[in-house]
């Protein structure tokens, strides 16, 4: 996948990259990343040498078919691992156990602290959960990503990709041993979820919007919802009045 799909995006999108010096050659790391496209999680493979594993819903590993099987091959090559997230706590630990097993192992944890992708453009808040306590339990260092343009080669909804050059900043690793252990404690999560979407907000050069993106994805669609009601009842009182 890494030479094949790999190169294949390197040669059309040519992506640039800073900071490549800042992945250990060797040895586990979590990369947190901002998540503003589905491309995201090839583009950032596509430039490193390494492999790197992120967590995908387990719809993309179950679903019947030719095409399902297909899917499901890319994805296991690409190196994503299912998740079920039909309940919430339960996903949560979920990814918390993969990626776990992924830093014991030796390896690179891909993970997106936003926990969904930005609505907007914008950098929002980090969920703690996730990043924060895979960190504290393994002591692995927490190194900040920033994809930069990627959500205009691919915006959500659209199949097709944009042939433009997306970019990618890499920030040097955060060492959170000193709080090793303290997984249990959430004011402990969140001082360290705060300090890398931080680090993130000053490689994307992001606006920074404190609340989490899925809370802004729901006032965007009941925003949606309340103009195409109001769009609605304009309508009928203009059928109406004519009547």
């Given at each position: 996948?890494?030479f094949?799909?790999?190169g294949?995006?390197k040669?059309?999108?040519r992506p640039?990259?800073?900071?490549?010096?800042?992945?250990?050659a060797?040895g586990?790391?979590?990369?947190?990343?901002?998540h503003?496209?589905?491309s995201?999680s090839?583009?950032?493979?596509?430039?490193?040498?390494?492999?790197?594993?992120f967590?995908?819903?387990?719809?993309?590993?179950?679903?019947?078919?030719?095409?399902g099987?297909?899917?499901?091959?890319?994805f296991?090559?690409?190196?994503?691992l299912?998740?079920?997230?039909?309940?919430?706590?339960?996903?949560?630990?979920?990814?918390?156990?993969?990626g776990?097993?992924?830093?014991?192992?030796?390896?690179?944890?891909?993970?997106y602290?936003?926990g969904?992708?930005s609505?907007?453009?914008?950098?929002?808040?980090?969920?703690?959960?996730g990043l924060?306590?895979?960190?504290?339990?393994?002591?692995?260092?927490?190194?900040?990503?920033?994809?930069?343009?990627?959500e205009k080669?691919?915006?959500?909804?659209?199949?097709?990709?944009?042939?433009m050059?997306?970019?990618?900043?890499i920030?040097?690793?955060?060492?959170?041993?000193?709080?090793q252990?303290?997984?249990g404690?959430?004011?402990?999560?969140?001082s360290?979820?705060?300090e890398v979407?931080?680090?993130?907000?000053?490689?994307?050069?992001?606006?920074?919007v404190d609340?989490?993106?899925?809370?802004?994805k729901r006032?965007?669609?009941?925003?949606e919802?309340?103009?195409?009601?109001?769009v609605k009842?304009?309508?009928?009182?203009?059928?109406?009045?004519?009547?």
């Amino acid at each position: 996948m890494k030479f094949s799909l790999g190169g294949s995006l390197k040669i059309a999108f040519r992506p640039w990259v800073e900071g490549l010096e800042n992945i250990p050659a060797d040895g586990p790391a979590i990369l947190a990343s901002n998540h503003l496209s589905f491309s995201d999680s090839f583009f950032l493979p596509a430039v490193l040498d390494r492999k790197v594993t992120f967590i995908a819903k387990a719809e993309y590993f179950t679903s019947p078919g030719v095409k399902g099987k297909l899917t499901a091959a890319f994805f296991k090559g690409v190196g994503q691992l299912p998740v079920d997230r039909s309940g919430a706590r339960g996903a949560g630990e979920a990814a918390i156990k993969a990626g776990i097993e992924v830093i014991e192992k030796g390896g690179l944890f891909g993970i997106y602290p936003e926990g969904t992708r930005s609505p907007d453009g914008r950098l929002y808040r980090g969920k703690p959960g996730g990043l924060a306590r895979v960190a504290l339990a393994t002591g692995a260092p927490v190194i900040p990503v920033a994809m930069i343009d990627t959500e205009k080669i691919q915006p959500p909804g659209k199949v097709v990709p944009k042939l433009m050059r997306p970019g990618i900043r890499i920030g040097k690793p955060l060492d959170f041993t000193r709080y090793q252990g303290m997984e249990g404690d959430r004011f402990i999560l969140r001082s360290v979820t705060d300090e890398v979407m931080y680090e993130i907000m000053k490689l994307s050069g992001q606006e920074y919007v404190d609340i989490y993106a899925t809370a802004a994805k729901r006032q965007i669609a009941d925003a949606e919802k309340a103009a195409k009601e109001a769009v609605k009842a304009e309508i009928a009182a203009r059928e109406e009045s004519g009547a």
